[in-house]
T-cell receptor
Framework: GNSVTQMEGPVTLSEEAFLTINCTYT??????LFWYVQYPGEGLQLLLK?????DKGSNKGFEATYRKETTSFHLEKGSVQVSDSAVYFC?????????????FGKGTKLSVIP | DSGVTQTPKHLITATGQRVTLRCSPR?????VYWYQQSLDQGLQFLIQ???????AKGNILERFSAQQFPDLHSELNLSSLELGDSALYFC??????????????FGPGTRLTVL
């Protein structure tokens, strides 16, 4: 079956530090990949997505590249801000199999300190 | 604001009771999804509806049921509640016409506490 593995958190960084959150996946088909962010007390917001190999998703300074050879979709940001403190979820959708449902990783909590 | 609304925001009830969670999708979206977020299980897909019809089922218990109405809003019914049903329940919506290009937008969630 499909699965997503994210690096264990929590992650604590100082403001302006470089961020990497690792995400690897297992899928039977050719999935679409997503990063969602959940700010404290709020719902999930789509951060970025990539639908095929070598695609790069980007938004708000965050980037992730769909690497089929390593089955990875690592999230990066060059300089984090306090406002980036949230829980980040990597997810896949096995759209190649005609599926719409999202399979999520367990989430990585990021805390950015001034 | 994603455009997906969920009510109520919080729900506190007792074991054995039944509750109904409501979701209104974004304007123009035909598909509605329900997810459960708990500390031990993480985020899990429960069920999907498209234009009033059930399209896919995930890890949904038999005590749980859902439906999508002609105006496209959806309700998730949880019965014979147990302590372990305490969780955050999210609704998401999407256009639902093409898996490859489809993007789900999530509501703020309903936090259910079973005492």
């Amino acid at each position: 079956g499909n699965s997503v593995t994210q690096m264990e958190g929590p992650v604590t960084l100082s403001e302006e530090a470089f961020l990497t959150i690792n995400c690897t996946y297992t899928a039977t088909g050719y999935p679409s990949l997503f990063w969602y962010v959940q700010y404290p007390g709020e719902g999930l917001q789509l951060l970025l997505k990539a639908t095929k190999a070598d695609d790069k998703g980007s938004n708000k300074g965050f980037e992730a590249t769909y690497r089929k050879e390593t089955t990875s979709f690592h999230l990066e940001k060059g300089s984090v801000q306090v406002s980036d403190s949230a829980v980040y979820f990597c997810a896949l959708k096995d759209s190649g199999a005609g599926s719409y449902q999202l399979t999520f990783g367990k989430g990585t909590k990021l805390s950015v300190i001034p | 604001d994603s455009g997906v609304t969920q009510t109520p925001k919080h729900l506190i009830t007792a074991t054995g009771q039944r509750v109904t969670l409501r979701c209104s999708p974004r304007s123009g979206d035909l598909s509605v999804y329900w997810y459960q977020q708990s500390l031990d299980q993480g985020l899990q897909f429960l069920i999907q509806y498209y234009n009033g019809e059930e399209r896919a089922k995930g890890n949904i218990l038999e005590r749980f049921s859902a439906q999508q109405f002609p105006d496209l809003h959806s309700e998730l019914n949880l019965s014979s509640l147990e302590l372990g049903d305490s969780a955050l329940y999210f609704c998401a919506s999407s256009i639902g016409t093409s898996p490859a290009s489809d993007t789900q937008y999530f509501g703020p969630g309903t936090r259910l506490t079973v005492l």
